[in-house]
């Protein structure tokens, strides 16, 4: 038997990777401390990988560790050879690899390391390895050698790493700092992977800071681990193929642009090419409220319709594999698009002012003078929070085979 154990582990897409992998079967083991020591002890199994919060409590269960491994006193794989417990760590390999993937350069800067537990340790000795000019630990526990989290906003770090599971499914509000207290960040990174984008990465891309979450890492380091259980050696392209795999499994495609501007068009027929479920918002909405968009702002008024956005952007956010189709107003509200940027990427349906539409059932764009307003308010916003920008002014399926190829 081989799997991941763990406590919690709802979140977990390591099933979905080591399956995709290798075709064999592999479990979600979720176990609280007490099953955790029992477990151990049966040595019931033939791999299994380790995380939270148990990459330091097998330690006293294993036979032999790896020199990688004793030298970050953390175990996130162990084989079973014929009752012989052997510890690994692949974390250090994933974590690198995630960083040269995405070009962030670590040699010469001050590196902020959020959390002091199993994954802190491999992530330490990378950015070392790597030669950062300054690390700091950042513990709520006041452990030796690190700072608390308030000393953080002194010490001007140029790259966040955060190893804590704050922001993890299903408590993806969470998040450890305030990015907007630091001056020089240039940099923040979370290997925390669902949701795809964690507020604490979310935050930072809307303030123009790059950021990314710990997906690739997680893919990485998975693949790291049949080197160690099945003695096969990494292939670079297999990661790459599994992580764009995953990615298109969990991501959904959300669309965003002006009214009449060919979302749900688009929508549909990506959803038919794709095979994925299609969501459109607007309609939704109007299920929800009992009436039409029109009649509700004309009763209710237009910010009491942007918090009906913001509610559905919320049951969305851990939606996964689904083409959303928005209204033209949904960026005007920065909290909607971060609970559709959690697992979405924004795609920004760019069609050209005289092409679109006036429409007596849209009550803010009811007039050529409406319509003109409103594309000079939000054309610039819709930039702003679009991963990807299409233009669709030309041939509809050229736009849609666009997408699809943007989206890999």
């Known amino acids: 038997m081989r799997g991941v154990i763990g406590y919690p582990l709802g979140h977990s897409y390591s099933k979905d990777i080591h399956e995709y992998l290798t075709n064999k079967p592999y479990q979600i083991i979720e176990l609280d401390e007490e099953k955790f020591h029992d477990f151990m002890k049966e040595k019931n199994f033939s791999c299994i990988n380790v995380t939270i919060p148990y990459k330091q409590m097998v330690i006293p269960y294993l036979d032999k560790i790896d020199d990688l491994a004793l030298k970050l006193d953390a175990i996130n794989c162990i084989v079973n050879k ?14 690198k690899l995630m960083l040269e993937a995405n070009e962030i ?6 590196v902020a390391i959020l959390g002091n537990g199993g994954a802190s340790k491999a992530v330490y000795e990378v950015v070392k390895d790597m030669q950062a000019k300054k690390i700091y630990i950042v513990d709520r526990n006041n452990q030796p050698n690190t700072i608390n989290y308030e000393e953080i906003y002194h010490k001007n770090p140029q790259i966040i790493i955060n190893t804590t599971p704050v922001g993890m499914f299903p408590n993806n509000d969470g998040c450890i700092i305030d990015v907007e207290r630091f001056n020089d960040l240039e940099c923040v990174v979370d290997i925390v992977y669902n949701p ?34 099945d003695d096969i050696p990494v292939n670079i392209s297999k990661i790459e193929e599994c992580y764009k795999k995953l990615l298109n499994d969990k991501q959904n495609i959300v669309l965003i642009g002006m009214p009449s501007g060919g979302k749900t068009t688009i929508a549909n027929i990506l959803g038919k090419k794709m095979q994925r479920e299609v969501l459109e918002m607007d309609d939704l909405i109007t299920q929800k409220i009992g009436m039409s968009i029109k009649t509700y702002i004309e009763q209710f008024g237009e910010e009491a319709f942007r918090k009906q956005e913001i509610e559905m952007a919320k049951e969305f956010r851990n939606h996964h594999h ?21 697992n979405g990427c924004i795609i920004f349906i760019d069609r050209d002012l005289e092409k679109l539409i006036i429409s007596d059932d849209r009550p803010l764009s ?10 000079q308010q939000r054309y610039d916003l819709y930039r702003k929070y679009s ?11 050229k736009t849609v085979d666009s997408i699809i190829e943007s989206v890999g």
């Open 82 to 95: 014929d009752g012989t417990l052997i510890g690994y760590n692949s974390d250090y390999y994933g974590f």
């Open 105 to 110: 350069v670590v040699k010469d800067k001050i």
């Open 196 to 229: 795809i984008r964690t507020k604490l990465v979310i935050d930072a891309n809307n303030l123009g800071i790059k950021a990314i979450g710990g997906l690739e890492m997680l893919v990485a380091q998975a693949v790291k681990a049949l080197e160690f259980f």
């Open 322 to 342: 689904s083409i959303i189709s928005c209204g033209g107003g949904m960026i005007l509200k920065q909290e909607s698009m971060n609970y559709l940027k959690e």
């Open 366 to 375: 009811n007039t050529k003078e409406k319509l003109n307003q409103l594309y």
């Open 387 to 397: 991963d990807i920008i299409i233009d669709n002014n030309g041939d509809l399926d």
